[in-house]
T-cell receptor
């Protein structure tokens, strides 16, 4: 069964460092998303991406964040200068069409900023 | 703005039915979802309901939607220990056309043998 894969599963980084979280969406999907879940809190939408551009972003997704689909298979989330409050589980998701039934989620990358 | 709320914890005995409740605020939602998260795993779509339906049954799962009260529930019949997980209610942010999901905070279901 096709699945969304994320790497690494856990990343520890020092405050102020740049991190790149990687995702391989399902191959025939066209819409891609990043969400995050701070421990004990809700899963929060960060950004959606379609046709090689951001289609929507939340207030959380400030200038420190960027997304890219560099090679037609990977979908990355970059955090330029990490802060302690960026520590969270980051989920990638993909979807065939924006209003269709299923968004498939990856298993998440736990980011710990120390 | 859009908001989804759930109770945080539910404990049931194996074999009993579980009912997990959710309320939402966005009346323009077109799809409402239930996701399951097992420890260390991602979010697995369990089931969904279109907003013009009031009930959907899928094996042991029954979803009830009261659109007037903006209330969604998930009933799990014959709950098993393997059903222990966090269950997230989500809606598709009807005012958005990008497919983003708005999640509740999740209900931890504990199934006692």
């Amino acid at each position: 069964e096709p699945e969304v894969t994320q790497t690494p599963s856990h990343q520890v980084t020092q405050m102020g460092q740049e991190v790149i979280l990687r995702c391989v969406p399902i191959s025939n999907h066209l819409y891609f998303y990043w969400y995050r879940q701070i421990l004990g809190q809700k899963v929060e939408f960060l950004v959606s991406f379609y046709n090689n551009e951001i289609s929507e972003k939340s207030e959380i997704f400030d200038d420190q964040f960027s997304v890219e689909r560099p090679d037609g298979s990977n979908f990355t989330l970059k955090i330029r200068s990490t802060k302690l409050e960026d520590s969270a589980m980051y989920f990638c998701a993909s979807n065939k069409a924006e209003r269709r039934t299923e968004a498939f989620f990856g298993q998440g990358t736990r980011l710990t900023v120390v | 703005g859009e908001d989804v709320e759930q109770s945080l914890f539910l404990s049931v005995r194996e074999g009993d039915s579980s009912v997990i409740n959710c309320t939402y605020t966005d009346s323009s939602s077109t799809y409402l979802y239930w996701y399951k998260q097992e420890p260390g795993a991602g979010l697995q779509l369990l089931t969904y309901i279109f907003s013009n339906m009031d009930m959907k049954q899928d094996q042991r799962l029954t979803v009830l939607l009261n659109k007037k009260d903006k209330h969604l529930s998930l009933r799990i019949a014959d709950t098993q220990t393997g059903d222990s997980a966090i269950y997230f209610c989500a809606e598709n942010g009807g005012s958005s056309n990008t497919g983003k999901l708005i999640f509740g905070q999740g209900t931890t279901l504990q199934v006692k043998p």
